[in-house]
């Protein structure tokens, strides 16, 4: 790893950093500063030449460094067997309840540009930025040494690997594992597709939510959009559903789904069709069609809060017609996963949606993501994922 020249921001509110918090903005900079090579590790101080910490920079990024430590001390392997250490004793209770977790949650847990993912004997790691590209070789050290897993893989496949200047790779790290890994969580059993999957596989975030639907399904009817490998739709099965309804729009998803129902048993309560999640509403509300349950769990609809009126409008469609194919009483379970979808919007949209079709809420659970994505009150882009279980009246 090279290190580079100082990084010196400007005076006044225009460098101004927020305390505790990791990013340094391009136009925080001073531009009369001698800039360092992208992906240099280097030592950010205020216009008066004090020390305020030491990250990675990229010019081409808007956030131009990201810092690893406020401490002046080295980046080397003990850094890293240190960070590491820390975070995994953070999560030293989950394997209890499942053999799969988020080990390093990026600047969540004061790695800035990195996730590492463990599915059973697999840990399966992304690289995001520049600067945490050009340590990998010490990430993978610290991987083998403090979570020893069986094997590594790199899944470093993300669209802000373009906007730091990188293309995405895929690799095994040593000795070659399976593309799926066979994991569980409580009473469910999935596979994992690590290669071909989204992000790295799974939604691990959504763990608590999963596992919030036990002793509310039973016998009950269920219709899981944007159910990607069945994780919503195996559980509620496995929680008692008499059947539930899954929903995406890739079929190579939905064929993981099946495998996943028969997994865990209940591939007789199961069914995964390929859809629209809109038209799939839309085709309900056609045909009559009524549920006791409605999962709704879409991708982001938004990456920047420009994009807020229009992502606005989805959600509320999505929502308003989930409400109109409900049973009377039955349960509204819906989430949004961009931290640029502020959660007093969300409520106010699902207030609306109800308001529109003469329904009433009660909130039965409120659901954020799960312990292994922590949130960090000086970091607020770590709270990320929102959601309630509703009761529609």
């Avoid at 009483?329 to 502020?342: D, H, I, K, Q």
Wanted: glycine share 8%; hydrophobic share 35%.
């Amino acid at each position: 790893m090279s290190t580079g020249k100082a990084i010196r921001l400007r005076s006044g509110k225009k460098g101004k950093v927020r305390p505790g918090h990791p990013w340094i903005f391009k136009s925080q900079i001073l531009k009369s500063e001698p800039a360092a090579k992208p992906g240099d590790i280097v030592p950010v101080h205020d216009h008066e030449g004090k020390f305020l910490g030491r990250g990675y920079y990229n010019p081409r990024s808007k956030i131009a460094v990201r810092i690893l430590t406020f401490r002046d001390e080295p980046i080397g392997a003990p850094f890293f067997t240190d960070r590491i250490t820390e975070a995994f004793k953070k999560r030293e209770r989950l394997p209890a309840m499942t053999n799969a977790y988020r080990a390093v949650f990026s600047e969540a847990d004061r790695l800035p540009g990195l996730i590492i993912d463990i599915y059973a004997d697999t840990a399966v790691f992304q690289a995001l930025t520049l600067g945490m590209d050009k340590l990998k070789n010490l990430v993978v050290g610290a991987i083998t040494q403090i979570l020893k897993p069986k094997y590594i893989y790199e899944k470093s496949v993300s669209p802000f690997r373009k906007l730091e200047g990188l293309k995405d790779e895929s690799r095994w790290w040593g000795p070659e594992g399976k593309g799926r890994v066979e994991m569980f969580e409580g009473k469910a059993k999935f596979l994992v597709d690590i290669v071909n999957g989204h992000k790295t596989g799974f939604y691990l975030d959504q763990r608590k939510s999963r596992l919030g639907l036990e002793g509310l399904c039973k016998d009950k009817t269920a219709l899981d959009l944007c159910c990607y490998t069945g994780g919503f739709s195996v559980s509620a099965a496995v929680f008692g559903a008499r059947h539930v309804n899954g929903v995406d729009i890739k079929e190579e998803w939905l064929e993981l789904a099946r495998e996943n129902s028969r997994l865990s048993g209940v591939a007789g309560k199961t069914d995964f069709v390929k859809a629209d999640a809109f038209k799939a509403l839309e085709e309900a509300l056609k045909s009559g069609r009524k549920f006791d349950i409605i999962i709704i769990d879409p991708p982001s609809f938004l990456k920047t809060r420009e994009s807020l009126k229009s992502a606005s409008a989805g959600y509320s469609q999505l929502n308003t017609n989930a409400m109109k194919c409900l049973n009377p009483g039955g349960m509204l379970a819906t989430f949004s996963c961009s931290y640029n979808m502020p959660n007093e919007v969300f409520s106010e949209i699902l207030k609306k949606a109800a308001a529109s079709v003469g329904k009433k809420l009660t909130i039965l659970k409120r659901c954020r993501q799960s312990e292994d994505h922590p949130i960090v009150r000086e970091i607020p882009e770590t709270e990320y994922l929102k959601g309630y279980f509703l009761k529609v009246v």
